[in-house]
């Protein structure tokens, strides 16, 4: 069971939007709409910010969004604020009913 | 207000058993919801180690099942991870967690398979 694919780094200037990709398989990413997206700060537990895909919980921003093509999901970040700086995860429900996470992805506010 | 905080010992030795406990305030963890723990190694990405309900329905990840179990004390509202014959791989940060509930407006209420309320986490080294 391979961890899904996230890009090591992403930078944008403030007010900008990124995008960071997490690419798995066809059975994973490609075969159910639970994909999560979680945000993470230096020395802390992580924030849930999209689930199943695109859905935002309870208390989310919407700055966050998410949106899925095959076998790779996305999360975009609009608006980008320097509280943005933070490491980035995606996780996917799979075939043998597991969870999945990604590599993670630092994404630096410039 | 809903509260997970995670305990356990700081240091284990090569070949034990870690053993930790989440404590669950604000919330019957045998009212619902499914519960889950996590990890992460120093520096690295996060990895999922198990989901549960109270009352059983456990999945595990396929690389750490033959080593871990969890249990469940509804009496005390908390929840145990044991992890058998640890190496310096399983030194980590441990998060207990719970699965985020989704209710729409126009149907009945679900279990999410994404975790939106975490524990602070609890360090565990397995150094000799």
């Known amino acids: 069971q391979s961890a899904l694919t996230q890009p090591a780094s992403v930078s944008g200037s403030p007010g900008q939007s990124i995008t960071i990709s997490c690419t798995g398989t066809s059975s994973d990413i490609g075969m159910y709409d639970y994909v999560s997206w979680y945000q993470q700060h230096p020395g802390k537990a992580p924030q849930l910010l999209i689930y199943d895909v695109a859905k935002w919980p309870s208390g989310a921003s919407n700055r966050f969004s998410g949106s899925k093509s095959g076998n790779t999901a996305s999360l975009t970040i609009s608006g980008l604020l320097a509280e943005d700086e933070a490491d980035y995860y995606c996780?996917?429900?799979?075939?043998?009913?597991?969870?999945?996470f990604g590599g993670g992805t630092k994404v630096t506010v410039l | 207000q809903v509260r997970l905080q995670e305990s356990g010992p700081g240091l284990v030795r090569p070949s034990e058993t870690l053993s930790l406990t989440c404590a669950v305030s604000g919330y019957s963890i045998s009212s619902g919801y499914y519960w889950g723990w996590l990890r992460q190694a120093p520096g690295k990405g996060l990895e999922w180690i198990a989901s549960f309900y109270h009352s059983g329905s456990n999945t595990y990840n396929p690389s750490l099942r033959s080593r871990v179990s969890i249990s469940v004390d509804t009496a005390t509202n908390q929840f145990s991870l044991s992890l058998t014959s640890v190496t310096a791989a399983d030194s980590a940060v441990y998060y207990c967690a719970r699965r985020y509930r989704h209710c729409p407006a126009t149907s009945s209420c679900y279990i999410t398979d994404a975790f939106d309320l975490w524990g602070q986490g609890t360090k565990v080294l397995v150094s000799s």
């Open positions: 996780c996917s429900y799979t075939v043998d009913s597991t969870l999945i």
